[in-house]
């Protein structure tokens, strides 16, 4: 599920509203962490959501500028 990060919070956790107009709690995965991925305010995410609680989600990929200007 795509999304945009909306605030930035402590401790690698971002808010991200989704496509849907849901808010979720996000944190940065392992791979964008590993690979020293900056995510910032306003980048568009894709966001894996817990099955467990639909309000926490993981940000697996981060899309590029290129990639964010071509999809709107």
């Keep these: 599920m795509q999304g945009v990060v909306t ?7 971002f ?3 989704l496509e849907n107009g849901f808010y979720v709690l996000a944190h ?8 020293y991925i900056r995510i910032l305010l306003g980048d568009k995410i894709t966001v894996e ?3 467990y609680d639909l ?3 993981r940000i697996v990929y981060r899309l590029r ?4 200007k071509t999809e709107t």
């Design 49 to 51: 959501l817990s099955p």
């Design 55 to 57: 309000t926490r989600g």
């Design 65 to 68: 500028q290129n990639e964010q």
């Design 15 to 17: 808010r991200v509203k």
């Design 28 to 35: 940065v995965s392992g791979k964008i962490r590993r690979n």
């Design 7 to 13: 605030q930035c919070l402590s401790n690698g956790m």
